[in-house]
């Protein structure tokens, strides 16, 4: 999807990996997505890892740890971040 997709749009309960997941496969392309927060009702943008960052403030600290575990969440910042770095 996040080769094919122009931009994304999912929406998120807040706990699931895999959404984050795919909104980081994005971030690699130079992809942005639209992203639902169910538990807030309301939208948010996610176009750069600033904005990543943002949205996972809205997870309780057992999701934030079991995606860390799945996804190894902070390695995955890490690399965005020197990526975005690198272009400038």
């Known amino acids: 999807m996040a080769e094919v997709c122009d931009y994304g749009f999912m929406i998120w309960d807040t706990k699931s990996s895999g959404t984050l997941k795919n909104?980081?496969?994005l971030l690699k392309r130079k992809k942005s997505s639209l992203v639902y927060i169910n538990k807030n009702k309301e939208f948010s943008t996610v176009k750069s890892i600033d904005?990543?960052?943002g949205?996972?403030?809205?997870?309780s600290e057992a999701a934030f740890?079991?995606?860390?575990?799945n996804l190894k969440l902070s390695?995955?910042?890490?690399k965005?971040?020197?990526?975005?770095s690198d272009l400038f």
Do not use: G, H, P, T
């Not at 949205?55 to 997870?59: A, D, E, T, V």
């Not at 965005?80 to 975005?84: F, S, T």
């Open 55 to 59: 949205i996972l403030k809205n997870m």
């Open 23 to 25: 909104i980081i496969e």
């Open 75 to 78: 390695s995955q910042i890490i």
């Open 51 to 53: 904005d990543f960052e």
């Open 65 to 69: 740890k079991k995606a860390e575990e």
């Open 80 to 84: 965005l971040k020197n990526v975005q």
